[in-house]
C-alpha cells in the first residue's frame, strides 16, 4: 500500500511539474532585440490642495463606515470563537494521518478494525 501510495504522490508530482513547464514554453518570451513600445500615459497633473482635502475627509468617512460595518458583523466573533476547536480538530487529523503513513495503512486497519470496502 504504501509503494501504491508513493506511485500516486509520483504520478502527481509529474503531471503538475510536466504541466509548469508546458505552460512556460507556451508563452513566448520577448527577444532583446525589440524596443519596449513607447508609454502613452498621460502625464499626471497636480491636483489643487483644496481637492485634495476633500478627497480625504471623503476616505476617511469611507473607512469610518467600514469599520462600523465590520464591528457590527459577527462573523469576526464566530472565527474566533471556533478557530481554537478547528485547530485542535486539524491538529489530531494530521497526528492520526502521520501515523497511519508511519506505521502503514494495512497495519493501520488491522489495529483499527475497521474493514475496508468490498
Known sequence: MLHFLRLIIYATTTVILTANV???QETP??????NPPPSSAPAPTPIPLA???TQAESASG???DIDAQLTSDQISTT?????????REIDARVAESSKILTTGFC???IKSNVR???
Do not use: F, G, I, Y
Request: aromatic share 4%; proline share 17%.
Open 22 to 24: 508546458a505552460r512556460s
Open 29 to 34: 518570451t520577448p527577444s532583446l532585440s525589440q
Open 51 to 53: 481637492e485634495v482635502v
Open 62 to 64: 469611507s473607512l469610518r
Open 79 to 87: 472565527v474566533e470563537k471556533e478557530l481554537p476547536l478547528l485547530n
Open 107 to 109: 497495519e493501520w486497519l
Open 116 to 118: 475496508p470496502p468490498p
